[in-house]
Every structure is written in structure tokens, then in C-alpha cells.
């Protein structure tokens, strides 16, 4: 792991649909269970209730801070970002959690999901690095979210705890925990859920651990599918720099599961958009949401034939279609050539 820092990339824009569903589910269930009612805690943000179980959704910056205020105002728990944290599950994050969980060594898990941070929808900008033998995760609160602040942060060391453990298929504690806020009322569940030691008002906030656990073999290290999606996300993200924020709302969200492709219109709804909108500033970008599709698909195909050993059958399921025979036609229509041809000629 090297010394310079990693730092996330974030999408600036307050109102841009950045973020997935996907990590809120953990904690819009926590809350369900505790007699919250879904569609209470989404008045006023904008967010449909049916979001809460759809993977695809997006949502901006604003509408997640939002969120983030009304499970404040209606919560019974007042640890119950903890809680939800500590519910996260890999498999929720698509392509980018199979790239995390396939990896080599945790060193290789943090980084990838570090500088790919922005495909699970981030509120604090992340940074990652090691000082002597100490290994930091270090976040910043860059739009000033007040009293929110605490709740965010229990629920991003939370989620990350509960993340390395299923990584690593086993107990992960860290050396210490600091916060820049005072401490809660429920400040002894901390160690329930974070398993170090924890410092208050200490002006930053890092969660540090021991360096030499970052070369730990992790238990289903695939390199040859770690390197597929991790290519296939990082071209995709910087391929996202220059295109419309439309277009990478839609991409960003296809990437989180690329097995179940909503057709336009269930976009169009996620997205809060009538379908004739979506369709019109899409022929403004010069593009279709066929031709999207299409692209993800088609590239993602081209990544495991290349890198992987995986069946065509097993290619097809992870490119987003039900049926081998449609993908073969597919492929042939793309490419000219039939999956197998193609495998054979790139090897």
C-alpha cells in the first residue's frame, strides 16, 4: 500500500442523482423494524417509498441529506446508524462489491474500493492511507451537515466494519477510533459495533488499525475476476467525466446490477423523470437508452470473454440477459462475431 493517500472521487453537484439505494436499504429496514413507516420517513425528500427496495434508484446528494434528517427526527433508536451499519452486505454493491470481495489482499480491497468510492454513493469525502505501522481511514464532512453529522459518520465506520468482516470472513478489530463531535449519550455502543477504542472531540475523524493486516490473503481472492470488473468499473468511471450527468446517472445505476436491467420507463421513474423527458435529453446527449445499455452490456461481455475463464452461459447472466441464445445474437450483432469466435481470437 502506498504512502500517497487515496482519495475518492465525488460528484459535486447537489442535485445530481449520485446516489444508489443500495446502502440506505440497511438502514430504512432498521428503522422499519422499529415501527418507523417508510412513507414518513420519506416526506419531503422526494424519494418515492417504493425506492427503499429498488436497487437502481438514484437520488442526489440532497435528497440523502434529507433522508438522513428525518431518520434523525423520527428514529426511536439513537444508535441506529450503528445498527443499520452493521447490516451492509457485499453482494449489494453489483459489480464494484464483486471486484472488492475477489480481491487479492485487504490492501487491494481498500484501494479498489476507495478510488471507486463514488459508485457506492458517498456523503463524506474518503481518503485512505498508511503512516508507519498505523493503516487510516480518514473522512471530511465538505457540506457542513451539522447535527447530521454523527448519524453519517456511525453509519459509513459501521458499514465499513461490517464490509471488511464479510471481506475477510472473520472478526476485524481496529487500534482506535476518532471523531471531531462530543460524545453521545450512546457513546458505549460504539465499541458494540466498531470494536476499538473510541476518542470524542478529538478535531479529526479517522478510524486507524494495524498496517500489517493490509497483505492478508482475503479468503475468495479471484484474480482473474477481480481484474475483470475492476477494469471494466475504472473505465467506466473515467469514461463518466465527460459525459452528461444524465447519462451517468443512468450508467452508474445499470453497474450496480447488471443482472436485472430495469427497461426505460422503470428508469425514467427512478430517476424521477417522465418517460418522454428521459427520452428527449437523451437524443439532446446524442445518445439512446438502448445504445446505453447496450454499451454497458457489450463492454462487460468483452471483459470476461478477455480475462476470464467463466461459461458464455455464465458471461450472459452477468452481462444482463435471461436467455444465452438472445446474448449470442447480441454479441454477433455488436461485434460480427459469436462469443466463442471472439474468445479464441483475443487468446
Not at 437502481?56 to 435528497?63: A, E, L, N, P, V
Not at 470494536?195 to 492478508?216: H, K, N
Not at 445518445?287 to 452490456?297: E, H, K, M, P, V
Request: aromatic residues 8%; charged residues 25%; negative net charge.
Amino acid at each position: 500500500m502506498p504512502a500517497t493517500p487515496i482519495v475518492g472521487r465525488y460528484i459535486r453537484d447537489l442535485d445530481a442523482p449520485a446516489h444508489s439505494m443500495l446502502g440506505l436499504t440497511a438502514l430504512t429496514d432498521a428503522l422499519a423494524e422499529r415501527g418507523v413507516n417508510v412513507a414518513d420517513l420519506f416526506a419531503g425528500t422526494g424519494i418515492p417509498p417504493e425506492a427503499v427496495s429498488d436497487p437502481q434508484t438514484r437520488i442526489s446528494h440532497r435528497q440523502k441529506i434529507a433522508l438522513f434528517g428525518n431518520v434523525l427526527r423520527l428514529t426511536p433508536e439513537p444508535a441506529i446508524g450503528l445498527i443499520a451499519g452493521g447490516r451492509q452486505r457485499i453482494s449489494d454493491f453489483g459489480v464494484f462489491g464483486y471486484a472488492v470481495l475477489s480481491s487479492a489482499t485487504l490492501a487491494d480491497a481498500i484501494a479498489f474500493g476507495i478510488e471507486h468510492v463514488r459508485l457506492a454513493g458517498p456523503v463524506l469525502e474518503k481518503t485512505f492511507r498508511v503512516e508507519g505501522g498505523t493503516a487510516i481511514f480518514e473522512a471530511r464532512d465538505v457540506m457542513d451537515l451539522g447535527p447530521l453529522l454523527p448519524l453519517a459518520t456511525e453509519f459509513w465506520f459501521s458499514s465499513i466494519q461490517a464490509l471488511v468482516e464479510r471481506v475477510l470472513e472473520r472478526q476485524f478489530k481496529g487500534q482506535r477510533l476518532l471523531l471531531p463531535y462530543a460524545a453521545p449519550s450512546y457513546a458505549s455502543r460504539y465499541a458494540e459495533f466498531l470494536r476499538c477504542p473510541v476518542e470524542f472531540d478529538a478535531g479529526v475523524m479517522q478510524w486507524q488499525f494495524d498496517a500489517s493486516l493490509l497483505g492478508m490473503p482475503l479468503p475468495n481472492a479471484n484474480p482473474i475476476t477481480a481484474d475483470a470488473c475492476a477494469s471494466f468499473c475504472s473505465r467506466m468511471l473515467e469514461d463518466l467525466e465527460g459525459e452528461p450527468a444524465l447519462v451517468k446517472s443512468i450508467k452508474e445505476a445499470c453497474l450496480n446490477s447488471m443482472s436485472d436491467l430495469p427497461r426505460a420507463e422503470e428508469m425514467a421513474e427512478r430517476l424521477h423523470l417522465s418517460p418522454r423527458t428521459l427520452h428527449r435529453r437523451l437524443v439532446e446527449a446524442g445518445t439512446s437508452y438502448q445504445a446505453i445499455i447496450d454499451g454497458l452490456r457489450e463492454r462487460l461481455a468483452i471483459e470476461f470473454l478477455e480475462r476470464t475463464d467463466l461459461s458464455v452461459d455464465q458471461i450472459a447472466e452477468r452481462s444482463g440477459f435471461s436467455d444465452v441464445s438472445n446474448f449470442r445474437k447480441a454479441f454477433k450483432k455488436w461485434t460480427g462475431q459469436t462469443p466463442a469466435y471472439y474468445r479464441e481470437r483475443a487468446r
